[in-house]
């Protein structure tokens, strides 16, 4: 079955980095476009950022374009998103996700970003 597993979430101050990873399983990694969403305590889940399935194509919320970048690793089943210039906004649990013809899910890891 279809595992998403995501990593790499914690505490930073305003300005500070983290990339978070998330480890595919149960299909065919590279056959899929992936993204990665937030959900902010109180507000609706968003999508963040978008990669082709050969990473040759990536897509941007306008409140992370030229902060976040989206990367994937084919051979390692793995999606990255690596988060540069981190602002209190962007606070949330970060969701890995797929699609065929249903959406998969991970089952998030915390961001907080406070000073």
């Known amino acids: 079955q279809v595992q998403l597993v995501e990593s790499g979430g914690g505490w930073v101050q305003p300005g500070g980095s983290l990339r978070l990873s998330c480890a595919a399983s149960?299909?065919?990694?590279?056959?899929?476009?992936m993204r990665w969403y937030r959900q902010a305590p109180g507000k609706e889940r968003e999508l963040v950022a978008t990669?082709?399935?050969?990473?040759?194509?990536?897509n941007y919320a306008d409140s992370v374009k030229g902060r976040f970048t989206i990367s994937r690793d084919n051979a390692k089943n793995t999606v990255y998103l690596q988060m540069n210039g981190l602002k209190p906004e962007d606070t949330a649990v970060y969701f890995c996700?797929?699609?065929?013809?249903?959406?998969?899910w991970g089952q998030g890891t915390q961001v907080t970003v406070s000073s």
């Open positions: 996700n797929t699609r065929n013809i249903v959406n998969y």
């Open positions: 149960g299909f065919t990694f590279s056959n899929y476009a």
């Open positions: 990669i082709t399935a050969n990473g040759g194509g990536t």
